[in-house]
């Protein structure tokens, strides 16, 4: 009892303590709920091909997908928008997914946060045609059970961009000094420090160097 109401107050004061109370609360989130927030029901929807559910869920996301510059964190919410269609072979799920994305941006390295919505078309089929290999791009319901969870985590890692940005038009960094150019402002530079003798050598390149 004593140790929430500390917390609490720990949270309203700003500073590291709130600081450390957050990441405490988003770590053990992303521990509590599981891939189950992406596995869907299909019994009400059944096997008659025509017949459809619209269905929008609030899931969180089990692991961090993505890697280096940008990634969906463990225990991100992510809203899901979805169609489940029975078709004669399966079941195709249409829909989207916005999820928050944090990384760093790629000119000047600053933090960032932002979203990103993919969209996705999947069939999963019921079963394997007789006499057809598995193919391991191809997508099974686990009888009247769907598990998202691939096919959303497909979709977010091709979507996720190489060089995320802070803003479009971010300048990066001065490859002189590495001041944050949209700080220090258009006139930022070195001219009086900067030999014109090293300008032809600075466009080399690295490749260029090992073959000689
Ligand atoms: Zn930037
Ligand atoms: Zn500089």
Same mark, same amino acid.
């Given at each position: 009892?004593?140790? /929430?109401?500390?917390?609490? %107050?720990?949270?309203? %004061? @700003?500073? #590291? ?5 957050? !990441?405490?609360?988003? =770590? !053990? ?28 869920? /609030?899931?969180? %996301? ?5 890697? +280096? ?8 919410? %992510?809203?899901?928008?979805?169609? $489940? ?7 195709? =799920? ?5 999820? @928050? ?9 600053? @933090?960032? /946060?932002?979203?990103?919505? =993919?969209? $996705? ?9 007789? +006499? ?13 059970? *769907?598990?998202?969870? @691939? ?6 890692? *091709? ?13 990066? *960094?001065?490859?002189?000094?590495? #001041? ?12 009086? &420090? /900067? &030999? ?11 490749? &260029?160097?090992?073959?000689?």
């Amino acid at each position: 009892m004593s140790n /929430t109401r500390g917390k609490s %107050v720990a949270r309203g %004061v @700003p500073g #590291a303590h709130g600081q450390d109370a957050d !990441s405490g609360a988003r =770590v !053990s989130a992303a521990h509590g709920r599981g891939s189950g927030d992406f596995v869907f029901d299909l019994r009400p929807l059944g096997r008659h091909p025509g017949s459809f559910r619209d269905e929008t869920r /609030t899931a969180l %996301v089990p692991v961090d997908l993505g890697s +280096g510059l940008a990634l969906v964190p463990a225990g991100a919410e %992510v809203a899901l928008d979805l169609r $489940f269609e029975a078709v004669a072979e399966g079941v195709l =799920v249409t829909g989207s997914a916005v999820a @928050p994305l944090t990384g760093e941006c790629a000119r000047c390295l600053d @933090p960032l /946060t932002t979203t990103t919505e =993919v969209s $996705f078309q999947e069939l999963y089929r019921y079963q394997p045609d007789p +006499g057809e290999d598995e193919a391991d791009e191809e997508r099974f319901l686990d009888g009247d059970w *769907l598990d998202l969870e @691939p096919a959303f985590r497909d979709a977010v890692v *091709l979507a996720l961009p190489l060089s995320p940005l802070c803003q479009e038009d971010c300048p990066g *960094l001065c490859a002189e000094c590495g #001041a944050r150019l949209a700080e220090a402002g258009p006139d930022h530079g070195h001219g009086a &420090d /900067t &030999d014109p003798r090293w300008g032809p050598l600075r466009q080399l390149d690295v490749s &260029d160097r090992i073959e000689d």
